[in-house]
């Protein structure tokens, strides 16, 4: 069932209160992350969470939203054979729910961001921009290279999304400089895969808004350092 942006950030500020409470950093990344800073291709359908700690691991984190807010954050066996964790759901009423995923720095990639480095984007904790944007661009790559039918499927969902995040990083006056606390490691794996996005998709399809001149794919991630 699909839900409305105002009850995804319903559970995203429920889970974050939750979190800050214990003293724990954390902010939205994928689908939910990008509707903040602007988005607005797709609505997401679940919420990413990163919280930024080395003392718990993600079913404890889950463990942690159940035990404070138990009618709404709740833990199901996962279908996949032989998995040992449980996929964590926000509930709204008996029939509609939305998958919460949590993530800690480390997994796929992700960097560890510092509080101060965390913009807050309608009273809820967004993914520093540039992280946001590489991580969207690393998704595409590992699904267009899978094995697996159904993730190769969702390249085409996140080009479209990194079009769009280039779009808003030009209007944002975004650049790589002010992300060179990132690991360097993470910033040259992106420059091989900006390379290959270009590629691919040459043709922006973005038009600036002063002087009407159609903008490529390469002139957008330029812009941005690259």
Not at 106 to 130: E, K, V, Y
Not at 140 to 152: L, N, T, V
Not at 153 to 166: G, N, P, S, V, W
């Amino acid at each position: 069932m699909t839900l409305a942006l105002n009850e995804i950030y319903q559970v995203a500020r429920d889970a974050v209160t939750i979190f800050t409470a214990q003293g724990l950093s954390s902010c939205l990344c994928g689908g939910t992350g990008c509707a903040l800073y602007g988005m607005k291709n797709r609505s997401p359908n679940d919420v990413d969470i990163v919280v930024m700690t080395y003392a718990h691991d993600t079913e404890e984190l889950k463990r942690i939203l159940v035990l404070h807010s138990p009618r709404s954050f709740q833990l199901r066996p996962s279908r996949k054979r032989g998995a040992t964790y449980k996929i964590l759901y926000y509930t709204f009423h008996s029939y509609k729910s939305c998958k919460v995923d949590i993530l800690i720095p480390g997994i796929m990639n992700i960097p560890d961001i510092p509080s101060r480095r965390i913009p807050i984007i309608d009273g809820l904790p967004a993914m520093t921009f540039m992280p946001l944007l590489l991580l969207k661009l690393q998704a595409w790559d590992d699904h267009r290279k899978s094995e697996r039918i159904d993730y190769r499927m969702k390249q085409h969902t996140d080009a479209r999304d990194i079009q769009e995040l280039l779009k808003i990083a030009r209007e944002r006056h975004e650049h790589k400089r002010d992300a060179l606390w990132l690991p360097m490691s993470f910033l040259v794996a992106a420059e091989g895969r900006v390379a290959s996005f270009i590629s691919l998709f040459p043709s922006s399809g973005y038009v600036s808004k002063g002087d009407k001149k159609q903008i490529s794919t390469a002139e957008l991630w330029q812009y941005i350092g690259f």
